[in-house]
């Protein structure tokens, strides 16, 4: 919904209204044309208002996923136990019946369009079950990962079936706008792991690299920039426990996060630790000593507010519904959420 890099977001709210528009109409009309930020609309719980077009999500991504061989099937099984927070699908139910309001005072969900929803869970899925090989992390959810139970190169093989059951039923769908769009998200999330394994010296050069990495891992998907760099304030805030993963995580990873970037502001001694990924025994404790003594971690949620803003005032374009409120609720969400 709104954007990280200077270039035009393949998601970019505009494309997404017409998108779920086309679904419904071969023609296009004139987009999102209120401007009223606060409607009279009673609120309703976004997850509420979603649950119906969601029923059943995880048992049809499971029909999708094929196998023949019990194992493979059990690793692909494995994240699609109705555990998750389904945060992407839920986006996707939502914004199409907003936008179909906005057009035609229906708010019945498509069947291209719920499509859509369980393809977004399916793509997001595979690439955790590739980030935690990567990060040869241990635990996910709450639960061991699929590398540390079956091995990476079976983790690896799992998540290359998931993202290849997510293409066929892309193809079904048979609007090449849309295999466009979501395509071009499977490269950016590529293109997205290659930028986090890498660094830059020079401060402004860092931030820019930090926020294009983010929108190509999490925000061309998702379209909602803020989840991502809450994640990072979380890292430093939340406990293990509530996280469903180590904290420090990304330290540990040798990854400078937003906290760390403007911690580095008020701490140069942090820069030769992040060009060297905080491989120095010690580096890792220290790191964290520094951000917590920092600003680092309430300029990231000053960051994540700006953007959650944005994300808030492209989607009040759209005509007064229940809706529309639990995009903005969603926004406020991941900013308050605590794991």
């Known amino acids: 919904m709104c954007h990280f890099t200077q270039r035009s977001s393949t998601l970019s709210f505009p494309k997404i209204c017409n998108i779920f528009w086309r679904f419904q109409h071969t023609s296009t009309s004139h987009l999102c044309s209120c401007s009223k930020t606060v409607s009279n609309e009673k609120y309703q719980d976004p997850f509420q208002l979603g649950r119906k077009d969601?029923?059943?999500?995880?048992?049809?991504?499971?029909?999708?996923?094929?196998?023949?061989?019990?194992?493979?099937?059990?690793?692909?099984?494995?994240?699609?136990?109705?555990?998750?927070?389904?945060?992407?699908?839920?986006?996707?139910?939502?914004?199409?019946?907003?936008?179909?309001?906005?057009?035609?005072?229906?708010?019945?969900?498509?069947?291209?369009?719920?499509?859509?929803?369980?393809i977004a869970e399916m793509i997001h899925t595979a690439s955790l079950v590739h980030d935690d090989v990567i990060d040869d992390a241990n635990s996910r959810r709450g639960k061991m990962t699929v590398n540390q139970i079956w091995g990476e190169r079976k983790a690896v093989l799992a998540g290359d079936f998931i993202l290849s059951a997510a293409s066929v039923a892309l193809a079904r769908i048979g609007n090449t706008t849309i295999i466009s769009v979501l395509t071009q998200v499977i490269e950016d999330l590529v293109r997205g792991e290659f930028l986090q394994l890498g660094s830059k010296e020079n401060e402004n050069e860092r931030f820019a690299h930090y926020l294009e990495k983010t929108f190509k891992k999490t925000a061309s998907l998702i379209a909602n920039s803020c989840k991502a760099l809450i994640d990072d304030v979380l890292d430093f805030t939340s406990c293990a426990d509530r996280l469903g993963k180590p904290t420090a995580a990304d330290l540990k990873l040798g990854l400078a996060t937003g906290p760390v970037l403007f911690a580095c502001r008020q701490f140069p001694e942090m820069n030769a630790m992040i060009?060297?990924?905080?491989?120095?025994?010690?580096?890792?404790?220290r790191a964290r000593?520094?951000?917590?003594?920092?600003?680092?971690?309430?300029?990231?949620?000053?960051?994540?507010?700006?953007?959650?803003?944005?994300?808030?005032?492209?989607?009040?374009?759209?005509?007064?519904?229940?809706?529309?409120?639990?995009?903005?609720?969603?926004?406020?969400?991941?900013?308050?959420?605590?794991?």
Do not use: W
């Open 54 to 118: 969601l029923k059943n999500l995880y048992e049809d991504i499971k029909k999708e996923l094929l196998v023949s061989t019990a194992e493979l099937k059990e690793m692909c099984d494995y994240y699609f136990d109705g555990k998750g927070k389904a945060f992407r699908p839920m986006i996707v139910v939502l914004m199409a019946r907003a936008c179909n309001i906005h057009h035609n005072n229906s708010r019945e969900v498509q069947a291209s369009q719920r499509s859509v929803a369980i």
């Open 289 to 339: 000593k520094y951000v917590l003594q920092s600003d680092g971690v309430q300029q990231t949620t000053y960051l994540a507010q700006r953007y959650c803003h944005e994300a808030t005032r492209e989607i009040s374009k759209l005509r007064p519904s229940p809706e529309r409120e639990a995009l903005i609720q969603l926004t406020e969400m991941v900013l308050l959420r605590d794991k």
């Open 275 to 285: 060009m060297r990924r905080f491989s120095k025994p010690g580096d890792v404790e």
